[in-house]
């Protein structure tokens, strides 16, 4: 996006018929319009795609658009294979607690809710990482201290938290032993021992439970409540729990086009500013560049065309405020010469805008090579060991949840 006054269009364009220094002067206010046009039009093609999504509907489960907690782990694993406390059993979260704000910040989701955590950057006075989490609790708002802890390949915070959700049978196999217990498909496990059963995990735990215990299963087949006794003698969870496959409540959402466009605009400044803060974990290495990104969109058009859309609203946004970013080489670099130029009565020297442009072209050349090697294909080669893909496999088998 620019005028032929600013720059010389003839290697992009081809040789033009007119003279060029006949043309009038550009004005401050048309010089700052062309340089945001890149970035509106990004922008504005977000929004058309938000509209399209909006329309369509945008795919989801109860576990997703939830904040209420359905599982407190009682551990976490470090990287370097300790086992620690939780910080969420540490700071006494529990499970039906439901997440209103993070550091103050307002969460609205699982996935907004994991964003604002990782992102977040609170740090004690002896060095330890600090999150105030605002929860609801019996109608009631506590503020609790969590201390974080890194985990995962990633090293990024974590408490040891999983969403609610009812778990729903999908399959029950003739043979299984949820055939066995009388479990039919579409029966939703509401509570065990008379507890709420908010994630299959607190199943899984009680199942493998030693010495073994027989316990109590309340399931709801259609309007009506059952109970299930599991005896004591229960097979281990080969295969899964019962042996039978599980599923959540999913559907469409139809989120308005403002909404997702602002969502996504509030999740790249906040990335941004984690980028910024000493004490934040991330950092450029945690970073998409072109591999990467490409690889987000393969994964997701196997998910189905409706996630490549949301994608694509992402990468938008993302464009558009990096765009925006006062760096010689961006368009909001543009922005800030022309600003200065205004300010001082006359323009910056061209050599000088053509050095700073020069320096900060090879620093963004570095920082993408940075970013490829040392992250897209160093998570890609290391997603791609076949320890990964069965830790990745036993995990998912262990969450019990459906594809998305």
């Given at each position: 996006?620019?005028?032929?006054?600013?720059?010389?269009?003839?290697?992009?364009?081809?040789?033009?018929?007119?003279?060029?220094?006949?043309?009038?002067?550009?004005?401050?206010?048309?010089?700052?319009?062309?340089?945001?046009?890149?970035?509106?039009?990004?922008?504005?093609?977000?929004?058309?795609?938000?509209?399209?999504?909006?329309?369509?509907?945008?795919?989801?489960?109860?576990?997703?658009?939830?904040?209420?907690?359905?599982?407190?782990?009682?551990?976490?694993?470090?990287?370097?294979?300790?086992?620690?406390?939780?910080?969420?059993?540490?700071?006494?979260?529990?499970?039906?607690?439901?997440?209103?704000?993070?550091?103050?910040?307002?969460?609205?989701?699982?996935?907004?809710?994991?964003?604002?955590?990782?992102?977040?950057?609170?740090?004690?006075?002896?060095?330890?990482?600090?999150?105030?989490?605002?929860?609801?609790?019996?109608?009631?708002?506590?503020?609790?201290?969590?201390?974080?802890?890194?985990?995962?390949?990633?090293?990024?915070?974590?408490?040891?938290?999983?969403?609610?959700?009812?778990?729903?049978?999908?399959?029950?196999?003739?043979?299984?032993?949820?055939?066995?217990?009388?479990?039919?498909?579409?029966?939703?496990?509401?509570?065990?021992?008379?507890?709420?059963?908010?994630?299959?995990?607190?199943?899984?735990?009680?199942?493998?439970?030693?010495?073994?215990?027989?316990?109590?299963?309340?399931?709801?087949?259609?309007?009506?409540?059952?109970?299930?006794?599991?005896?004591?003698?229960?097979?281990?969870?080969?295969?899964?729990?019962?042996?039978?496959?599980?599923?959540?409540?999913?559907?469409?959402?139809?989120?308005?086009?403002?909404?997702?466009?602002?969502?996504?605009?509030?999740?790249?400044?906040?990335?941004?500013?984690?980028?910024?803060?000493?004490?934040?974990?991330?950092?450029?290495?945690?970073?998409?560049?072109?591999?990467?990104?490409?690889?987000?969109?393969?994964?997701?058009?196997?998910?189905?065309?409706?996630?490549?859309?949301?994608?694509?609203?992402?990468?938008?946004?993302?464009?558009?405020?990096?765009?925006?970013?006062?760096?010689?080489?961006?368009?909001?670099?543009?922005?800030?010469?022309?600003?200065?130029?205004?300010?001082?009565?006359?323009?910056?020297?061209p050599h000088f805008i053509a050095t700073a442009q020069s320096i900060f072209a090879l620093l963004l050349?570095?920082?993408?090579?940075?970013?490829?090697?040392?992250?897209?294909?160093?998570?890609?080669?290391?997603?791609a060991q076949p320890e990964s893909r069965a830790k990745e496999a036993a995990e998912v088998q262990k969450?019990?949840?459906?594809?998305?």
């Open positions: 996006v620019l005028l032929p006054q600013l720059a010389d269009l003839g290697r992009r364009e081809g040789d033009a018929t007119s003279d060029v220094t006949r043309l009038p002067p550009v004005t401050y206010t048309t010089k700052m319009s062309v340089f945001a046009a890149g970035a509106c039009f990004n922008l504005l093609f977000a929004f058309a795609l938000a509209t399209i999504l909006w329309l369509a509907g945008q795919p989801t489960s109860e576990e997703l658009s939830t904040t209420r907690i359905g599982y407190v782990s009682a551990t976490l694993t470090l990287p370097d294979g300790r086992t620690v406390t939780s910080p969420a059993a540490e700071a006494g979260l529990k499970v039906g607690d439901t997440i209103r704000a993070i550091d103050g910040t307002a969460v609205a989701d699982w996935p907004d809710l994991l964003q604002t955590l990782v992102t977040s950057a609170g740090v004690t006075g002896d060095g330890r990482r600090e999150a105030i989490f605002t929860v609801e609790r019996e109608g009631r708002l506590l503020d609790l201290t969590v201390h974080p802890r890194l985990v995962t390949e990633e090293n990024v915070r974590k408490v040891g938290i999983l969403a609610a959700y009812t778990p729903i049978l999908a399959l029950v196999p003739e043979k299984s032993f949820a055939a066995r217990l009388g479990l039919q498909a579409d029966d939703q496990l509401t509570a065990l021992d008379d507890q709420p059963l908010l994630n299959l995990i607190t199943l899984s735990d009680a199942l493998q439970t030693r010495p073994a215990a027989a316990h109590r299963l309340t399931i709801r087949r259609g309007a009506n409540p059952l109970t299930v006794l599991i005896p004591a003698d229960h097979p281990a969870e080969a295969g899964g729990i019962f042996g039978a496959a599980f599923r959540t409540r999913s559907g469409l959402v139809h989120p308005n086009p403002f909404g997702q466009v602002w969502s996504q605009v509030t999740m790249t400044f906040r990335t941004l500013w984690s980028l910024l803060q000493p004490h934040s974990d991330i950092n450029v290495s945690k970073l998409s560049g072109p591999v990467g990104i490409g690889k987000i969109f393969w994964d997701a058009s196997e998910a189905g065309i409706r996630y490549v859309v949301w994608i694509a609203i992402l990468v938008n946004v993302n464009l558009a405020v990096f765009n925006l970013l006062p760096l010689p080489i961006l368009d909001g670099g543009q922005m800030l010469f022309a600003t200065v130029g205004r300010l001082r009565g006359r323009a910056l020297p050349v570095v920082m993408i090579i940075y970013v490829t090697v040392f992250g897209d294909i160093r998570r890609w080669m290391r997603d969450q019990a949840t459906p594809a998305k």
